[in-house]
Antibody, heavy 117, light 110 residues
Framework: VRLVDSGGGLVQPGGSLRLSCTASGFTFSRYAMSWVRQAPGKGLEWVSL????????FYVDSGKGRFTISRDNSKNTLYLHMNSLRAEDTAVYYC???????????WGLGTLVTVSS | QSVLTQPPSASGTPGQRVTISCSGSSSNIGSNTVNWYQELPGTAPKLLINSNDQRPSGVPDRFSGSKSGTSASLAISGLQSEDEADYYCAAWDDSLNAYVFGTGTQVTVL
């Protein structure tokens, strides 16, 4: 199992960014996937989850209306579209495979998002 | 603000047993299984314990998990220097419809 996160970078407050996570080594469509972030010097914060089919999505309260999780099962790729970014969204964002909706058993290496003017 | 509460730090000498608590509520730990993650310095988090007390393949048996009511615990028996890391509990919360992490505990090997 391998997860490769990408798409992070420096963005101005109010801007947008799309993160990607390319998966390999397992049947991607059979698993829910999540995004988790970690602000500098802070703990882990779950951001979003999408079911294997993409039919259901869930978000942390601070991301509702601003973040959209999606997936392309034909490309084995997970996405996180982030709009109206704020300084407090600055963090390393990890994608993770969700096993049975209950636990995150494989993680990517993370991609850094910095929101600053 | 996390809904799962952990002590900010724990420590022990090599070979000692260290226990980390995780306190939640009826909507998370009380209703769903608890998982534990280990974050070594500079690395991505790693699943340590799933489903309250199950060790994934490759996790040493000195790590063990338990759950009772709305609380859970992670025990490290025979503490080793490579166990210095941050540890997080986590569970699905039925009221928030969200996955919640604990506040995290930094373990130091003296």
């Amino acid at each position: 199992v391998r997860l490769v996160d990408s798409g992070g970078g420096l963005v101005q407050p109010g801007g947008s960014l799309r993160l990607s996570c390319t998966a390999s080594g397992f049947t991607f469509s059979r698993y829910a996937m999540s995004w988790v972030r970690q602000a500098p010097g802070k703990g882990l914060e779950w951001v979003s989850l999408i079911t294997g089919s993409g039919g259901a999505t869930f978000y942390v309260d601070s991301g509702k209306g601003r973040f959209t999780i999606s997936r392309d099962n034909s490309k084995n790729t997970l996405y996180l579209h982030m709009n109206s970014l704020r300084a407090e969204d600055t963090a390393v964002y990890y994608c993770a495979r969700a096993s049975g909706w209950s636990y995150l058993d494989y993680w990517g290496l993370g991609t850094l998002v910095t929101v600053s003017s | 603000q996390s809904v799962l509460t952990q002590p900010p730090s724990a420590s022990g000498t090599p070979g000692q047993r260290v226990t980390i608590s995780c306190s939640g509520s009826s909507s998370n730990i009380g209703s769903n299984t608890v998982n534990w993650y280990q974050e070594l310095p500079g690395t991505a988090p790693k699943l340590l314990i799933n489903s309250n007390d199950q060790r994934p393949s490759g996790v040493p048996d000195r790590f063990s998990g338990s759950k009772s009511g709305t609380s859970a615990s992670l025990a490290i028996s025979g503490l080793q220097s490579e166990d210095e890391a941050d540890y997080y509990c986590a569970a699905w919360d039925d009221s928030l419809n969200a996955y919640v992490f604990g506040t995290g505990t930094q373990v130091t090997v003296l």
